[in-house]
């Protein structure tokens, strides 16, 4: 089964600019479907991008549409989600995980912080 990895995250200013990386190793990375999801301190896990394994298709929570861009290298093994216009309510644990056979996701990374000051 693939192993997912998150980097990138840090510390911007709101209206800043972050790259993620969620790289992938073992099992066939490639046909996967790759999820970016956060979770902020108090609140639930949410969906923030998700890209097909072709790359071909993607979808975004509402929250963050024109503003983060989900794209993948399958030669790389990985998947970046380029987020743009960062705002605070953006602050946020990001994880990445594979959709799995039979729809749910799993290979959960260890996540990267992503804090956005005011």
């Known amino acids: 089964q693939v192993q997912l990895v998150e980097s990138g995250g840090g510390l911007v200013q709101a209206g800043g600019s972050l790259r993620l990386s969620c790289a992938g190793s073992?099992?066939?990375?490639?046909?996967?479907?790759i999820g970016w999801f956060r979770q902020a301190p108090g609140k639930e896990r949410e969906s923030v991008a998700v890209?097909?394994?072709?790359?071909?298709?993607?979808n975004y929570a509402d929250s963050v549409k024109g503003r983060f861009t989900i794209f993948r290298d399958n030669a790389k093994n990985t998947v970046y989600l380029q987020m743009d216009t960062l705002k605070p309510e953006d602050t946020a644990v990001y994880y990445c995980?594979?959709?799995?056979?039979?729809?749910?996701?799993?290979?959960w990374g260890q996540g990267t912080q992503v804090t956005v000051s005011s």
């Open positions: 073992g099992g066939s990375f490639r046909t996967y479907a």
């Open positions: 995980a594979a959709r799995l056979p039979g729809g749910l996701y799993g290979s």
């Open positions: 890209i097909s394994w072709s790359g071909g298709n993607t």
